[in-house]
């Protein structure tokens, strides 16, 4: 594998464990973990800590979806690896 390839896959990595790590904390830390602390505010009429829990991690976890497409399609522009 070149060196281009290497700081390519790199920077992927990099993305991947940034935005797992986002969903990890928000599916997991906020639905469970300060599920209770959460509890004490509202959202849309129901507890954020259940709303994180029952919905909220399934827009982010969309969102992060999207922001993945985004940072890979730059990512394959800036080393080359795009299709034209």
Request: proline share 0%.
């Amino acid at each position: 594998m070149n060196e281009k390839a290497k700081e390519y896959w790199k920077k992927h990595l990099t993305l991947l464990a940034i935005l797992l790590t986002i969903w990890f904390i928000v599916s997991f830390g906020f639905g469970i973990l300060l599920v209770d602390e959460l509890n004490q505010f509202r959202l849309g009429g129901f507890k954020l800590g259940f709303w994180f829990a029952q919905q909220g991690s399934q827009y982010v976890f969309v969102i992060l979806i999207f922001i993945y497409v985004y940072r890979m399609n730059k990512l394959d522009k800036e080393f080359d690896f795009d299709e034209k």
